[in-house]
């Protein structure tokens, strides 16, 4: 025993060995954040030519590395497909995950997973192309269908086709590129996913108005950022620099005017607890108190990361809808820091 | 000189020592046992320690170690499912279906690439330098590429190449083929039909019977009757007569195109077609090179040999070369079987559903049993690979030469 | 032939006509006794079934390579900035696109300031690599003694560290990760396949049953169920709290996995060994290590060599697999640059470039060993 233990350590060497004590501790020690993200989904997250991540997911992990490291870039990010992304981050190789993953109950609960605030408010829609005339889900009837395999929107389609009592042939697929690719070559007749998700990968295609999104919405996915169970300090963090970002937008907190807004305590008691000139909150998630004018630094408030990535100016052109603030009737509501 | 005297004394206790542990050392059975016990030692040690840390890193997220999962209902659909499934049935169901089309893939790529393969053996063997040339050529290139590229050209080429279902190659109206597959019409027996599967069987029946008589009149006699032409005539000619003389008891479902897709019918989907043609074209570039390597083993004095005795070419190739050959290629050929079956787990690169993509991927994913899962598929192959080469084996023993 | 039959033929024909001797002129050979035509004859057109095949396989030909050679070479685009522009231009392939993405093949995300590291530690393994296959090459000894360390040398020159500066090993990718996953499952599969081998037909039950239960569960399994376990399974079974590097674990699983079908052709290899070669050895009085170093894996490695380079092509074509579990071999590159929308659909020209690729090095590989095959038949054949 003591022998293998000896060998084992003897490869440990190799390894980053740290304490079991808490993932903060951990990410600290590494001096890097091992964020799991989608193999490519633009506008969400995808590598540009040089392998720089870019993307609205992409800017949450910045955000959470700004925080508790300091530093935005000291991300490496874990590329992950539909199936692969719970193990990742259970078996800890991700410390968390942003790739738009719906929340669940089952997936909160039996896949020990423990969620972090919504970040977008979505629903899985169809896309078609418009020269099939189909107007409904509904007249789907026989149609081949892309999904990627390991999703909600898989469950939720063998549900609504059910439901409905119609027929249809799932072609099952890894990666949302492996997706378009069939999909443009008509191996199937129409593409489910997020709705958010089609929008992207239509704003990819060449003649994107050949393809149009079914009007129908058939699930409510709210997607979020996920950590593992079993260590409340970590799904802390995660769930208070997700709703800073949001708070941030509230409260009119920009990349611009952070710097001035944090440099002295002012008028406004909310900014003040936020960026650390009121209260000790930092301390309270085992942080500093700058954590969250760090992470407002690098990566904006949660409006400016929407209008960099997917918003209207963008080529993906999402509207804000649901995800607008709650007082611009969206339901983005975020607990306060206080 | 007394501390000499001690010196010396020293230096016996010592040598004896040495001498005992040496003893020991050198002593055949005690070693054995020593290195026996530590190996041991070590690897229980080993499975210990990295169970005990399986166990304590599930408790840490509060995961425990169950089966019961299998019995939930899966939720998901799967294209290509032989015996009923629907998204209601179980996780248990879905690795069955999984199962299934493995095998289903598996023993389709094994007959293709056998015929292939000794196809291409023949042809490198061949007289005709063209041929010889091609035959080389298309070897060189599918064994020296990787099977996964193989697959995914195959089905890109299947995907892009081929017409869509609104416009797909028609087969005299009842067979189609279309980038979603190839449609063909599905038959449904009439109760006159079964006179005709008896017939079959019967067929069958007497062929054996009939190969076992004339081989023992060949021993006793010499006489030679026309095994295969009679072995045709019972099993193949018979049947089909008596089907169109029954007028034809089968009622044919034919697809046609109705909506998006075919509706009726069989449909062998691009995915499956992929798997399969990639699988056969890859391995029987290898079969094609072990049938070559078994049939040059033979000694070109064996062929004269027979031809001496005045056995025609087909008999010299039937009872002379190749059983000789077969020993040579047999066991070769059953690692090669071993590796289609193993091969067809890279379905998931398409998305055919087998047995990997299903348990091991869909529901693994969906139920977070990874640690339940990989031990449920690592174990399904091995025991397919049990299975096929225990036959092998089987079939190997029954070739072999048997020395007297 | 008779002077009254020339004479009887008198005529035209100069066959049959009647030459004083030292005048008769020079005649065309016979038809097709010799030369290309009967090299055609012979080879082609023989019997009717061969004529057959002839035509056939001429017939396969022509509907296979005029299309080809056009798409890929005459009608092809060799220069553009996107797909649209190699559309403008020809109606084939596009190996603009290609030629872009060429370095990303190469050195996959590794950093352009360190690539020199990369070509450093390349021309070392050609170094290693010819002094290996080369008898004749000069300094070979040193080079092979240099040979032993170089996995080190390349590690630290990849990896950096000690001076350079560290590169994480997700930014390996392309020609360069399959290299790395290739030599080093060459380099450490052969000896641990050695010892498996040698495991597997020891006298002691428990090393033998051990060594048969860990190669047969290898080679039972595929290789992505392992490297999906490696991949994202293992830290379950390492102590809490620690992980090691994922190329590492990739590299582990797949020297193990070429280790067990090695040390199944080792075994070949020893079991052609006829017994009274251990006999003779233990006659001589050598324990159990020098006979075997001296006596059996000399001859039984030379047996087996055919099988260890078909195993060592194997392992090569096997790395592509690695694009499953997210690393970016060249096919992986390949995939993740059509998802460019520059280059849209250009999937024909990745797969064919990847192919060729393995194509060269595996061919190569294959020639290698034939050669040596044939070189080392010292006189057990015929």
């Known amino acids: 025993m003591k022998a293998i233990k000896f060998a084992a350590a003897a490869v440990m060497s190799f390894a980053a060995v740290s304490a079991q004590a808490g993932t903060l501790d951990d990410v600290k020690a590494r001096g890097e954040l091992n964020c799991v993200v989608s193999t490519g989904l633009v506008g969400f997250a995808a590598p540009d030519a040089d392998g720089k991540w870019a993307g609205f997911d992409v800017d949450f992990c910045r955000a959470v590395a700004a925080a508790v490291l300091g530093d935005a870039d000291k991300v490496k990010f874990v590329p992950s497909t539909g199936k692969t992304r719970f193990t990742l981050l259970n078996s800890g190789e991700g410390d968390i995950l942003f790739r738009n993953t719906t929340e669940t109950m089952s997936r909160d609960a039996d896949l020990k997973l423990s969620f972090l605030p919504v970040n977008y408010y979505d629903g899985q829609g169809f896309m078609v192309p418009k020269a099939l005339g189909v107007a409904s889900a509904k007249d789907l009837d026989g149609a081949s269908i892309c999904i990627q395999t390991g999703t909600t929107t898989e469950l939720n389609l063998a549900d609504f086709f059910r439901i409905n009592n119609i027929s249809y042939e799932p072609v099952p697929i890894e990666t949302n590129e492996e997706a378009k690719t069939n999909y443009l070559a008509e191996r199937c007749d129409v593409y489910t996913t997020d709705a958010s998700g089609l929008a992207a990968t239509r704003a990819a295609f060449e003649a994107p108005d050949d393809h149009v999104l079914l009007p129908e919405i058939i699930s409510k996915e709210p997607l979020g950022g996920a950590v593992r169970h079993g260590d409340d300090q970590w799904a802390d963090i995660g769930k208070w620099v997700v709703n800073a970002l949001i708070s941030a937008e509230e409260a009119g907190i920009t990349m611009d005017n952070v710097a001035e807004l944090g440099k002295a305590a002012g008028d406004n008691p909310t900014v003040n607890r936020m960026l650390g000139t009121e209260g000790d909150f930092g301390s309270m998630i085992g942080l500093d108190a700058q954590w969250a004018m760090r992470a407002i630094m690098a990566v904006g408030n949660y409006g400016e990361i929407f209008d960099r990535h997917i918003g209207p100016d963008t080529a993906i052109a999402l509207q804000r809808g649901l995800n607008a603030q709650w007082k611009d009737g969206g339901i983005l509501y975020s607990a306060p820091i206080r | 000189m007394s501390s000499q005297v001690s010196g010396h004394a020293e230096n016996v206790v010592t040598t004896d020592r040495r001498g005992l542990l040496s003893r020991i050392w050198n002593d055949k059975e005690t070693r054995s046992v020593i290195i026996q016990v530590l190996a041991l030692a070590l690897i229980c040690a080993f499975f210990a320690y990295i169970i005990r840390n399986a166990v304590v890193n599930l408790e840490a997220i509060g995961k425990g170690f169950s089966f019961d999962f299998l019995w939930q209902p899966a939720s998901y659909d799967i294209n290509q499912h032989l015996i009923e499934y629907t998204s209601r049935s179980s996780h248990f169901r879905a690795m069955i279906v999984g199962l299934i089309n493995t095998v289903l893939v598996a023993i389709a790529g094994i007959v293709l690439a056998t015929v292939l393969g000794f196809a291409l053996g023949v042809l490198r063997l061949s007289k005709n330098w063209l041929t010889n040339k091609l035959a080389h050529v298309y070897i060189e290139y599918m064994r020296n590429v990787p099977i996964l590229l193989h697959i995914l050209l195959v089905h890109g080429i299947i995907v892009h190449t081929l017409p869509r279902p609104k416009s797909a190659m028609n087969f005299g109206d009842t067979v189609f083929l279309s980038n979603r597959g190839l449609v063909s019409p599905t038959p449904h027996p009439e109760p006159l039909f079964w006179i005709v599967a008896a017939m079959f069987v019967a067929g069958v029946i007497f062929a054996i019977l009939f190969r076992r008589w004339a081989r023992r009149v060949q021993d006793q006699t010499g006489k030679i009757y026309p095994v295969f032409w009679i072995s045709l005539l019972a099993v193949i000619v018979v049947p089909v007569a008596l089907y169109f003389l029954l007028g034809s008891p089968i009622q044919w479902e034919v697809p046609a195109l109705k909506g998006f897709n075919f509706k009726g019918g069989w449909n062998i989907r691009p995915e499956f077609i992929a798997l399969w043609l990639a699988l056969s074209l890859y391995t029987a570039a290898f079969i094609g090179e072990i049938v070559r390597a078994g049939i040059t083993a033979v000694n070109y004095g064996q062929t004269e040999a027979s031809a001496a005795l005045g056995l025609s070419r087909g008999r010299t190739l039937n009872l002379v070369v190749i059983p000789q050959a077969l020993r040579v290629i047999v066991p070769p050929l059953s690692s090669q079987y071993l590796n289609i079956t193993k091969n067809s787990s890279l379905a998931i690169a398409i998305g055919y559903m087998d047995v990997t993509a299903t348990i091991g991927g869909i529901s693994l994913n969906q139920t977070g049993r990874e640690m339940e899962c990989m031990m449920i598929v690592m174990l399904i192959y091995l025991i397919l690979s049990l299975l096929i080469s225990t036959f092998m084996n089987w079939y190997n023993n029954r070739i072999k030469l048997v020395e007297r | ?382």
């Open chain 3, 1 to 382: 032939m008779t002077t009254e039959s020339t004479q009887a033929g008198a005529g035209a024909d100069p066959y049959k006509q009647h030459y004083e001797p030292g005048t008769h002129p020079d005649l065309p050979p016979p038809f097709a006794t010799s030369g290309p035509l009967l090299w055609l004859r012979e080879n082609l057109f023989s019997s009717p079934a061969n004529i057959v095949m002839s035509l056939v396989s001429l017939f396969l030909l022509y509907k296979i390579l005029p299309g080809v050679i056009d798409w890929a070479v005459l009608d092809a685009a060799f220069t553009g900035a996107d797909r649209n522009e190699c559309r403008a231009k020809a109606s084939g392939a596009c190996w603009a696109f290609i030629s872009e993405r060429l370095r990303l093949f190469t050195f996959g995300f590794y950093p352009v300031e360190e690539r020199w590291r990369v070509w450093l530690a390349f021309v070392l393994l050609v170094v290693v690599v010819v002094a290996v296959l080369w008898e004749k090459c000069p300094f070979r000894k040193p080079l092979l003694w240099f040979g032993i360390v170089y996995p080190l040398v390349a590690g630290w020159l990849l990896v950096g560290g000690m001076g350079l500066t560290p590169v994480s090993t997700d930014k390996f990718g392309g020609i360069m990760l399959t290299l790395v996953i290739g030599v080093t499952g060459i380099a450490f599969s052969l000896p641990i396949g050695i010892v498996l081998a040698l495991g597997r037909q020891s006298n002691l039950p428990i090393i033998k049953y051990s060594c048969v239960g860990f190669i047969e569960f290898i080679r039972g399994v595929p290789l992505i169920t392992l490297l999906f376990v490696a991949s994202t399974m293992l830290s379950y079974f390492l102590p809490p709290g620690t992980s090691f590097d994922l190329l590492l674990r990739v590299l582990i699983m797949v020297t193990l996995f070429s280790a067990a079908y090695m040390a199944e052709v080792i075994r070949g290899g020893l079991q052609a060994i006829p017994k009274g070669q251990i006999e003779a050895a233990d006659a001589m009085g050598l324990k159990y290590w020098p006979s075997m170093r001296l006596i059996v894996l000399p001859q039984a490695l030379k047996i087996s060599i055919p099988g260890i380079v078909n195993t060592f092509i194997g392992l090569f074509k096997d790395t592509t697999l690695v694009i499953i579990i997210g690393l970016l071999d060249p096919l992986g590159i390949g995939r993740a640059s059509l998802a460019d929308t520059k280059w849209n659909g250009l999937t024909y020209e990745v797969y064919l470039f990847v192919a060729l690729f393995f194509f060269v090095a595996c061919f190569a590989m294959a020639r290698y060993s034939l050669y040596l095959e044939n070189k080392l038949h010292t006189g057990h054949k015929r």
